[in-house]
């Protein structure tokens, strides 16, 4: 039989979430708090009336009005999808069409070179410093360099936590004769905002990508992109007409508009970071891992040579603790007070019987 599917694709490893059912489910990036109670009272009054017998309103009017007063922005130069990760697809596909580099770094969101690849792109990597840090005009360097076409990368990053400063990003961003999309899906927990939204009417070349999942909107699935008029326009013009569902569009909209319900969660995830950090710092000899300070909803535990990583992922997955597993690192998002505690009992635990483990 023929085989129809393209090589590339044939060789491309499926991206396969947790699906697993863990007691303590700190992997995900997600809030751990439930929908606030106004919020749920006020979907449960606006949700039925979504006429669901009709396609969705293309031009998201509502939802594209209400982010666009949360985050001070006009909605004709903001563009909603289906997550942020739609948004990423449709970026790649629009501007990389004819062929182009994408550069993006390491480590950073895996889901960049997915659609990268899926999209045929030729890619380069810029190598973080020891891992963690990056350097703008090494980048800058890289861009010319190579003749790239697109850059994308998280700030705050994920999986690092580590954010870089506002200025430092305007002016990468004012060097490169390239698009840059700064991914800023975690710029609600940091201490001091370095968001460059603002910079987005003038800067012809910058798209900064945003979503409500981490504020607690996970499961509608939504994110937009921001940017000057004529490049939200060119993005228009290819997403699908109808990519973001009634339910959703009004359910976020409810939500924006009433965001000071989140603000509390959101200190309360913050403090949660601090404790985490605080804690762990002191295992990071003993068990031989480095944790930058976070500016996201998680830290972020990098380890030297050696199983260490993979052992204690083993060990807090053997009692139903889910945290996000790398090669020689963890990232472990903050989750309640209670999972919270558990999670640094459990490392305690490990630290206490690492000469006597039998598990390993």
């Known amino acids: 039989m023929k085989n129809y599917i393209p090589q590339r694709i044939e060789e491309m490893k499926e991206y396969q979430p947790d699906t697993s059912n863990p007691q303590i489910k700190l992997d995900a990036?997600?809030?751990?708090?439930?929908?606030p109670e106004k919020i749920v009272r006020l979907l449960r009054e606006n949700i039925c009336y979504s006429d669901i017998n009709r396609y969705p309103d293309p031009d998201m009017k509502e939802l594209l009005g209400s982010y666009g007063r949360y985050i001070s922005v006009s909605p004709d130069r903001i563009v909603a999808g289906d997550g942020s990760d739609e948004l990423i697809a449709l970026i790649i596909n629009t501007f990389l069409c004819d062929g182009g580099k994408f550069l993006v770094c390491d480590p950073d969101f895996s889901m960049y070179t997915f659609y990268s690849d899926f999209a045929g792109c030729e890619t380069v990597r810029y190598r973080k410093?020891?891992?963690?840090?990056?350097?703008?005009?090494?980048?800058?360097?890289?861009?010319?360099?190579?003749?790239?076409?697109?850059?994308?990368?998280?700030?705050?990053?994920?999986?690092?936590?580590?954010?870089?400063?506002?200025?430092?990003v305007i002016d990468f961003?004012?060097?490169?004769?390239?698009?840059?999309?700064?991914?800023?899906?975690?710029?609600?927990?940091?201490?001091?905002?370095?968001?460059?939204?603002?910079?987005?009417?003038?800067?012809?070349?910058?798209?900064?990508?945003?979503?409500?999942?981490?504020?607690?909107?996970?499961?509608?699935?939504?994110?937009?992109?921001?940017?000057?008029?004529e490049l939200a326009a060119t993005l228009r013009k290819t997403k699908s007409p109808y990519n973001?569902?009634?339910?959703?569009?009004?359910?976020?909209?409810?939500?924006?508009?009433?965001?000071?319900?989140?603000?509390?969660?959101?200190?309360?995830?913050?403090?949660?970071?601090?404790?985490l950090y605080s804690q762990l710092k002191e295992y990071s000899d003993k068990l031989g891992f480095y944790m930058p300070e976070?500016?996201?909803?998680?830290?972020?535990?990098?380890?030297?040579?050696?199983?260490?990583?993979?052992?204690?992922?083993?060990?807090?997955?053997?009692?139903?603790?889910?945290?996000?597993?790398?090669?020689?690192?963890?990232?472990?998002?903050?989750?309640?007070?209670?999972?919270?505690?558990?999670?640094?009992?459990?490392?305690?635990?490990?630290?206490?019987?690492?000469?006597?483990r039998k598990w390993k």
């Open 244 to 275: 973001m569902n009634s339910v959703t569009q009004k359910a976020v909209s409810v939500a924006m508009d009433s965001i000071e319900e989140y603000r509390v969660n959101i200190e309360k995830i913050k403090d949660g970071v601090k404790y």
């Open 29 to 35: 990036n997600e809030s751990p708090f439930p929908t």
């Open 129 to 168: 410093k020891n891992g963690i840090l990056t350097d703008f005009c090494e980048l800058s360097a890289l861009v010319k360099k190579e003749d790239v076409k697109l850059v994308m990368f998280s700030n705050p990053c994920n999986p690092t936590g580590v954010i870089a400063d506002r200025k430092t």
């Open 173 to 229: 961003v004012r060097s490169c004769d390239a698009l840059v999309v700064v991914d800023e899906a975690y710029m609600e927990f940091s201490p001091v905002s370095q968001s460059v939204i603002s910079e987005t009417e003038q800067l012809k070349n910058l798209i900064v990508l945003k979503t409500v999942s981490k504020l607690g909107l996970a499961g509608l699935r939504c994110g937009f992109s921001v940017s000057c008029k």
């Open 294 to 356: 976070s500016s996201a909803n998680f830290v972020y535990m990098k380890f030297g040579e050696g199983d260490e990583a993979k052992s204690l992922h083993l060990y807090l997955k053997e009692r139903g603790i889910s945290v996000r597993f790398a090669p020689g690192s963890l990232r472990v998002t903050a989750g309640t007070e209670k999972e919270n505690r558990f999670f640094i009992n459990a490392v305690a635990e490990y630290s206490d019987n690492i000469d006597s």
